[in-house]
């Protein structure tokens, strides 16, 4: 005797509906990622302005980090 055989189930890959969302979602993010890029070279940055704003004096120093002062006024103290 011969075991049944099942009948194969195939169908073409634009039947499956499932196919279809994936390229829709595929397409939209190959859109939205030129849109983002399109939008992002025609606005270029803004130089953001502060009121009252100050202008650094070239005769005082740059400011240090603290653990940077720590050191090199411990470098600067005599040793006992």
């Known amino acids: ?10 169908m073409p890959w634009f039947r499956v509906i499932e196919m279809w969302l994936v390229l ?3 397409a939209g993010a190959v859109i939205g990622s030129f849109a983002l890029l399109a939008a992002a070279l025609r606005h270029p940055d803004l130089h953001l302005t502060v009121p009252n704003e ?3 004096s070239s005769v005082m120093p740059p400011q ?4 940077v002062k720590a050191a090199s006024n411990r470098s600067a103290s005599p040793a006992p």
């Open 1 to 10: 005797m011969k075991p049944a055989s099942r009948p194969e189930l195939t």
């Open 24 to 26: 829709v979602l595929l």
């Open 54 to 56: 100050v202008p650094r």
């Open 64 to 67: 240090q980090p603290a653990a």
